[in-house]
């Protein structure tokens, strides 16, 4: 594959989950995502679904949905759709651009490969879990 550009590197570095990564892992990161412009009302994925895939999100807000109701907003930093890859099974929520945003989609296979060879990665998904499920009471 191609070398990933500088600019990619560093959007993936400015995550708080990934800041960990040395230059060669960000590099192999960069090169297993992709990137996705989405519009107001696009919907990134459906709650029910399959879903095998996490996002990261670069800029722009989106909306978590559960049945319908808005349950929480994702700004630029957030990781969206690691439940579903961790726990295979239909995703739990619904997210839907806000307005204009971009996110890195990775396989996830790839995000797998991440946690099993990043244990500081794999720490920070723990820890965005655990303040997922205090919140919810």
Known sequence: PEPPDLKRM???RAMDLLRPLEPPDLERVAQRVQQRGLRTGDILCTQGQAGDEV???LDGELVVLRD???VNRCGPGA???ELAVLSPGPRAATVMAEAEATVLGLSGVAFRDLLRSQPQVSEGVLAQLARRLQARG
């Open 55 to 57: 996002f990261l999100v």
């Open 79 to 81: 990781v969206i759709g």
């Open 68 to 70: 319908g109701v808005e």
């Open 10 to 12: 560093l959007q993936i």
